[in-house]
Structures are given as structure tokens and as C-alpha cells.
């Protein structure tokens, strides 16, 4: 079955430091690759998607690419602010296109420190 | 933006109590989910809904049910609690569509089982 690995951290770095996140994930057909973020106290929200291979997702710095070859879809940011302190999962679509639910990683507790 | 909304941000209850935890979404969504959430487990899946009165068992529906009498409207119950169902409980919603449809998440239930 499809399953999604990701470091589980705590990932601490200082403000403005370079931030990688590595995805990596095991599915049957091309599904779509999803990373969330978890504020505290919040529920999950969509920070960014690919849907294809060689896709690139962006949203608020952060990017993340969706290498076919390497089964991977890393989260990368160029400089963290302390507002990205959260926790990051990595999602994997349903293969076959319906209706079943994402599979997701454990997810990475990001700690961005002044 | 689409809003996915849980009755209760916390709740207590006892061994063998019988549970609800309602979810309802405003963006006329097809799909809605349940995901449970634990330290070190992520997110599993407990159900899934594709229309009204249709549902799908996720990967761990054990010990759990759910009704879906409207579009708008989710439920989760537990027939009887135990204390393993201690847990956060997110539920979400997606449009139909396929694997690259987001899903989208209410804020949680902390529910504690006592």
C-alpha cells in the first residue's frame, strides 16, 4: 500500500537559517503530493501541492518539488522566520483517484528559534 | 475559503459512554473524512464519506461509526468509549474529483476518554 516517510524531528534551527524537510514516499500509480502545516492548537492546513511529476508547489516561501525518480517531495525554505515554528506533514493522494483519504507522514515538529 | 467546522474544541467523557462528535463544512463538498490524530502515529484515517448515506471504512474504524444524513454534515460516534480512543479527532472535507483535490480541516476535537 501507499505509505509516506518523513523525519520526525524536533528539527530546531535559528531565524533565517535554510530549512529542508525530506519526503519520501511509496505509492502504486502518480498520485498527487501534498505538504500541511499544524499550528498549534489548530487543525491541518494546505500550505502547498504537486500533481505531476516535475511539478513545483509554492506558497508563502516555502517550495517543494515532485521528483519521480527519487520518490521524494522535500520541503525546502530559504530563510524561517519564528512564525513558521509548526508542525509539517507530507501527503500522499489516493492512487487510484477516488474518494479515499490521504496517507500522511508522522510529521516534523519545526522549531525556529530567535 | 471553506470552512470545516467540529462542535467541540474539548471534550471529556467517560468508559462505555456512547459519543458524538459532529463536523459541518459550508462549501458544499462531496467527501468528508475522519483522521484521528496521536503523538508519534500522525493522522489515520477512521472513515470516509463520498455522497450523503454513503460511507467507506478507513484504516482503523474499530470501536467507531458514522452517519451522514445531509451533505453538510459529518458524524463520528464512538458506541462505546474506551480509553484508547483518547485522541485528537480531525475531520475534513474535499471536493470530488480525484487525488488532487486538497481536503480541508476543522480545528479538532481533543476528546478524553476517562
Known amino acids: 500500500g501507499n505509505s509516506v516517510t518523513q523525519m520526525e524531528g524536533p528539527v530546531t534551527l535559528s531565524e533565517e537559517a535554510f530549512l529542508t524537510i525530506n519526503c519520501t514516499y511509496t505509492?502504486?500509480?502518480?498520485?498527487?503530493l501534498f505538504w500541511y502545516v499544524q499550528y498549534p492548537g489548530e487543525g491541518l492546513q494546505l500550505l502547498l501541492k504537486a500533481t505531476k511529476a516535475d511539478d513545483k508547489g509554492s506558497n508563502k516561501g516555502f517550495e517543494a518539488t515532485y521528483r519521480k525518480e527519487t520518490t521524494s517531495f522535500h520541503l525546502e525554505k530559504g530563510s524561517v522566520q519564528v512564525s513558521d515554528s509548526a508542525v509539517y506533514f507530507c501527503a500522499l493522494g489516493p492512487s487510484g483517484g477516488g474518494a479515499d483519504g490521504l496517507t500522511f507522514g508522522k510529521g516534523t515538529h519545526l522549531i525556529i528559534q530567535p | 475559503d471553506v470552512k470545516v467546522t467540529q462542535s467541540s474544541r474539548y471534550l471529556v467523557k467517560r468508559t462505555g459512554e456512547k459519543v458524538f462528535l459532529e463536523c459541518v463544512q459550508d462549501?458544499?463538498?462531496?467527501?468528508m473524512f475522519w483522521y484521528r490524530q496521536d503523538p508519534g502515529l500522525g493522522l489515520r484515517l477512521i472513515y470516509f464519506s463520498y455522497d450523503v448515506k454513503m460511507k467507506e471504512k478507513g484504516d482503523i474504524p474499530e470501536g467507531y461509526s458514522v452517519s451522514r444524513e445531509k451533505k453538510e454534515r459529518f458524524s463520528l460516534i464512538l458506541e462505546s468509549a474506551s480509553t484508547n480512543q483518547t485522541s485528537m479527532y480531525l475531520c475534513?472535507?474535499?471536493?470530488?474529483?480525484?487525488?488532487?483535490?486538497?481536503?480541508?480541516f476543522g480545528d479538532g476535537t481533543r476528546l478524553s476518554i476517562l
Open positions: 505509492a502504486t500509480g502518480y498520485p498527487s
Open positions: 475534513a472535507s474535499s471536493l470530488i474529483g480525484g487525488s488532487n483535490q486538497p481536503q480541508h
Open positions: 462549501m458544499d463538498h462531496e467527501n
